[in-house]
């Protein structure tokens, strides 16, 4: 996804060290080779992108997919000054909630080797709750890299337990929020007790933790990784969820597909409807909209990149989820990010094709950034039907404004919690209402609220006066 010619580009990596010719980009970004993480970081200093960003995206894509970057080599070897240093840097830091996501790879990287260092397991089990519990609630560059870090310690067998152990009791916290993306990560891992939890979690669970546990076991599943044995019980799971209506059969929809044609095929019979978009618009071959978002990518680069194309038909299309959000991820780590975040918003304000509405709301939870957070927010009354989207997008770019009266929003149940989710991120005054709030009391709304208040806002690896500064902004 190099912008404008090949040639232009190479010369870019060549002023940031990474010598490498136009025919090895183009192997490179086409995937005909595998792409070495010197690369890749080469192409975060090119972009200006910060540090770990796209290397956490390829992390994630080659967690789902398979090997797409060239095998690493072992951090380099540390003299024992130098560990004791790092080691005494990240307790510092880790005490003091000021780990960046950076940090947390570089530390992942360490303890994750297998003839590496060894720490105390309360110690590590200390960490990685910090860890874990940051990944939560961590948007962008923040997430993509915390998230590389789990994913990094989840292949180490001494270890993924550990995270095991701390994503099960966060999941179990009262009123938890956003635990499918930690969930999901544990597809990752190698160990078959992690295997067995998510299929038992997908299983018995409903609402967001049968959501991560399905993504979990999708990633098995896509990378080929699924022991055969282990199917049968699967499909069992998938059609027994499928027969206790949408809400549960919906992630069983996803994983079947993923699985077999005939299991897809029951779960439909069982739904007794197809549980996704059906509209000429949402499917991945011509996508509602394409030609706009390829406008807006092509006034950026001069020049057709089939890569984005691909990469929008994808993002655009509820096709294929998996690459939804992977496809996504890597746009909004792309230098296209700003151009398609505002074709995003000129569709979702104007077009009449409620397909075009749907899936400029969902890129936006990806793309957005501050450059939209003034149109976000003006939306928030002009299309309600969205507001939903919307409200995630705001938590990504900075927050809800204060002047947004989130407490009026929770009247209508089905967007309750996502209002709540908007509000926690954001630090938002209405937090505290939803919280001590007398007529919500035993509310499962309530419980959330105070989750969010016991976790705190929006990790953003930015420092807390810009992130105030931003978070406190009055849109308009």
């Known amino acids: 996804m190099a912008p404008g010619p090949a040639v232009g580009f190479v010369h870019k990596l060549v002023s940031h060290g990474c010598v490498i010719g136009a025919s090895t980009l183009c192997r490179y970004e086409t995937g005909a080779e595998p792409v070495p993480a010197s690369v890749v970081c080469a192409y975060e200093l090119a972009l200006g992108l910060p540090?770990?960003?796209?290397?956490?995206?390829?992390?994630?894509?080659?967690?789902?997919?398979?090997?797409?970057?060239?095998?690493?080599?072992?951090?380099?070897?540390?003299?024992?000054?130098?560990l004791v240093e790092s080691l005494a840097g990240?307790?510092?830091?880790?005490?003091?909630?000021?780990?960046?996501?950076?940090?947390?790879?570089?530390?992942?990287?360490?303890?994750?080797?297998?003839?590496?260092?060894?720490?105390?397991?309360?110690?590590?089990?200390?960490?990685?709750?910090?860890?874990?519990?940051?990944?939560?609630?961590?948007?962008?560059?923040?997430?993509?890299?915390?998230?590389?870090?789990?994913?990094?310690?989840?292949?180490?067998?001494?270890?993924?337990?550990?995270?095991?152990d701390i994503i099960e009791e966060a999941v179990a916290e009262p009123g938890a929020q956003s635990v499918t993306k930690?969930?999901?990560?544990?597809?990752?891992?190698?160990?078959?007790?992690?295997?067995?939890?998510?299929?038992?979690?997908?299983?018995?669970?409903?609402?967001?933790?049968?959501?991560?546990?399905?993504?979990?076991?999708?990633?098995?599943?896509?990378?080929?990784?699924?022991?055969?044995?282990?199917?049968?019980g699967i499909s069992r799971g998938v059609l027994n969820a499928a027969a206790e209506?949408?809400?549960?059969?919906?992630?069983?929809?996803?994983?079947?597909?993923?699985?077999?044609?005939?299991?897809?095929?029951?779960?439909?019979?069982?739904?007794?409807?197809?549980?996704?978009?059906?509209?000429?618009?949402?499917?991945?071959?011509?996508?509602?909209?394409?030609?706009a978002y390829r406008s807006a990518a092509l006034h950026v680069s001069g020049l057709d990149d089939p890569m984005v194309d691909r990469l929008l038909r994808e993002a655009l299309s509820p096709d294929f989820v998996e690459r939804r959000h992977h496809s996504s991820l890597l746009l909004a780590a792309s230098p296209y990010r700003n151009a398609l975040a505002n074709a995003a918003v000129r569709m979702l304000a104007s077009s009449a094709e409620p397909y075009v509405r749907e899936s400029a709301a969902h890129l936006l939870t990806y793309v957005a950034g501050r450059e939209q957070r003034h149109d976000l927010v003006g939306m928030l009354a002009t299309v309600p039907q969205h507001r939903a989207s919307l409200l995630v997008a705001l938590t990504r770019c900075g927050g809800v404004p204060m002047?947004?009266?989130?407490?009026?929003?929770?009247?209508?149940?089905?967007?309750s919690r996502d209002v709540v989710y908007a509000a926690g991120m954001s630090d938002h005054p209405a937090l505290r209402v939803f919280a001590v709030d007398a007529e919500l009391a035993g509310s499962e709304l309530q419980r959330t609220?105070?989750?969010?208040?016991r976790m705190g806002p929006a990790v953003t690896d930015f420092s807390q006066e810009v992130g105030a500064d931003v978070l406190h902004t009055v849109a308009g």
């Not at 570089?106 to 089990?125: H, I, K, N, Y």
């Not at 095929?265 to 011509?286: D, I, T």
């Open 449 to 453: 609220a105070q989750w969010w208040r």
């Open 403 to 415: 002047t947004v009266d989130l407490v009026a929003m929770v009247g209508n149940p089905e967007q």
């Open 51 to 82: 540090e770990g960003q796209l290397l956490g995206v390829c992390a994630g894509v080659d967690r789902m997919f398979g090997s797409g970057l060239a095998s690493e080599t072992s951090p380099e070897g540390m003299s024992r000054a130098m």
């Open 90 to 164: 990240w307790e510092a830091r880790v005490a003091g909630g000021s780990m960046r996501g950076a940090d947390w790879v570089r530390m992942a990287e360490v303890l994750s080797q297998p003839s590496g260092l060894v720490l105390p397991p309360s110690v590590v089990r200390s960490w990685l709750g910090q860890l874990v519990a940051e990944t939560l609630r961590s948007v962008n560059d923040a997430y993509t890299m915390r998230a590389h870090a789990l994913g990094l310690l989840l292949g180490e067998p001494g270890i993924s337990r550990i995270v095991l």
């Open 182 to 232: 930690v969930i999901a990560l544990l597809g990752s891992s190698p160990d078959t007790a992690v295997l067995d939890w998510l299929i038992d979690r997908f299983e018995r669970s409903t609402g967001e933790v049968q959501w991560g546990a399905a993504h979990g076991l999708l990633s098995q599943i896509c990378r080929g990784t699924l022991p055969i044995e282990r199917v049968p």
């Open 245 to 291: 209506g949408l809400d549960r059969g919906r992630p069983a929809f996803m994983v079947a597909q993923r699985l077999s044609a005939d299991l897809t095929q029951q779960v439909v019979a069982r739904l007794g409807c197809y549980p996704a978009p059906v509209v000429s618009g949402a499917r991945v071959q011509s996508p509602a909209g394409l030609s």
